[in-house]
């Protein structure tokens, strides 16, 4: 199917990717069409093989041999130059393309049989929150795509770290599972974020609000019983049937409340999952996520999921 130019879903670490031939430039039209994705909001192309990246990237510096040699496979993404073969619709008329091996053993199987590089972002309706199991994929594209491979639902649950090699030093454009320290520690230089949203144009996956539920959601990041709790009710005095979701749920007592993990790996693992479940049960969503040095939330994961509610709730903070 792939490479008679159809579209395929399939099971990664990370989320489910809507996999098209990344060398057939119809395919990657159908990608935008069958997402509602903008047209100048770049893919990234998924390999099997390290060898990949040298076929589809004009230059790989010392930085990317490293990460390439020393980290792939993994949940992360890194953006070169681009050659020729990669078309301007695949990159958004970038010149620099995003690549990334995913750890995952199904994907790189399937992304072996198929014996071309896929261009995938993530298999949902843009806009939405990215699906971690194959019946959220089939919520989204049934009837917009020609499969679906039946894998086991995603362990990291957040999209890749997308680290921006294409530049004189090396910068994270969305932060994921593997961590800016992790990168730093790596490559033996400071690895920073980018900060201002509209300098993100080398990144998949940062243009536009993402992540969304279908519900009003607002984030509390203070962690504040007090002030949580006069929001639930204010919202519950209007009608609007509203849920905490944050840590250690029994606290809130007959309040609707939802667990948001133990830890900020499990936050990940659960986040697209539970906030599709819970835009399903509830009127209005409040996530609360207080991430502070040496608390729970405070691990690899942290800037990934924090980014993913920021943008999931398009800001708006309470």
């Not at 030093?169 to 509209?198: C, F, H, M, N, T």
């Amino acid at each position: 199917m792939i490479r008679s130019g159809e579209l395929v879903a399939f099971p990664t670490e990370t989320v489910y990717g809507l996999g098209a031939n990344a060398l057939d430039v119809a395919a990657v039209k159908k990608t935008y069409a069958a997402k509602g994705r903008p047209v100048d909001n770049p893919l990234i192309v998924h390999v099997y093989d390290k060898a990949q990246i040298y076929d589809l990237a004009s230059e790989v510096n010392d930085f990317a041999a490293k990460v390439i040699e020393r980290l792939m496979p993994a949940p992360i993404t890194i953006v070169l130059p681009k050659k020729d073969v990669v078309s301007g619709v695949v990159t958004a008329g970038l010149p620099s393309v995003a690549v990334r091996m995913p750890l995952s053993d199904e994907a790189r199987r399937f992304l072996k049989a198929a014996r071309v590089p896929v261009s995938a972002p993530s298999a949902n309706i843009s806009g939405r929150p990215s699906p971690t199991t194959w019946q959220r994929v089939a919520d989204d594209m049934d009837g917009r795509i020609a499969a679906v491979l039946c894998g086991a639902p995603c362990q990291v649950g957040i999209e890749s770290t997308v680290l921006d090699l294409s530049r004189d030093e090396p910068i994270i454009l969305r932060p994921g599972a593997v961590s800016e320290q992790r990168l730093s520690q790596l490559l033996g230089v400071p690895v920073g974020i980018l900060k201002d949203p509209s300098s993100k144009v080398n990144s998949p996956g940062v243009r536009y609000k993402h992540y969304a539920p279908s519900v009003p959601m607002v984030l509390e990041l203070d962690d504040d019983y007090d002030k949580l709790c006069d929001f639930y009710d204010k919202k519950a005095a209007a009608g609007l049937n509203p849920v905490l979701w944050a840590r250690d749920p029994a606290r809130f007592g007959q309040r609707h409340a939802v667990d948001m993990g133990a830890n900020d790996l499990e936050a990940a693992a659960n986040l697209y999952e539970t906030m599709r479940l819970l835009e399903k049960q509830y009127g209005f969503i409040i996530a609360c996520f207080c991430w502070t040095k040496n608390s729970p939330y405070d691990g690899s994961a942290s800037q990934g999921v924090l980014d993913r509610l920021m943008r999931a709730c398009g800001h708006n903070v309470i």
